[in-house]
């Protein structure tokens, strides 16, 4: 069984950056395509970004491009987001994801989120 564990997030002025990781363990972690979503106060979830298995070939939503970089450590079965320019409205719970195939499919594990707050 796929367990993901997001660590916490935290409390971030906006600006700041936070580092968010997910260790990953049951199904082979260096096969599988990883990614992040987020879901904000009183709004649907939504991708944030992705990374292939290699971590060659990556994606994101264009609210967090040029600010958030996915990468992913295969040796530690560990996938990070980093967080860069964070904004008020990148407050969100944001959960790790793993996919069976292409992390442009949806998501088949969810980890349980953590929550990331930015204050003005």
């Known amino acids: 069984q796929v367990q993901l564990v997001e660590s916490e997030g935290g409390l971030a002025q906006a600006g700041g950056a936070l580092r968010l990781s997910c260790a990953a363990s049951?199904?082979?972690?260096?096969?599988?395509?990883m990614g992040w979503f987020r879901q904000a106060p009183g709004k649907e979830r939504e991708f944030v970004a992705g990374?292939?298995?290699?971590?060659?070939?990556?994606e994101y939503a264009d609210p967090v491009k040029g600010r958030f970089t996915i990468s992913r450590d295969n040796a530690k079965n560990t996938v990070y987001l980093q967080m860069n320019s964070l904004k008020v409205e990148d407050t969100a719970v944001y959960y790790c994801?793993?996919?069976?195939?292409?992390?442009?499919?949806?998501?088949?594990?969810w980890g349980k989120g953590t929550l990331v707050t930015v204050s003005s």
């Open positions: 990374i292939n298995w290699n971590g060659r070939f990556t």
């Open positions: 994801v793993q996919y069976s195939s292409s992390f442009v499919s949806s998501p088949d594990y």
């Open positions: 049951g199904r082979t972690f260096s096969n599988s395509a």
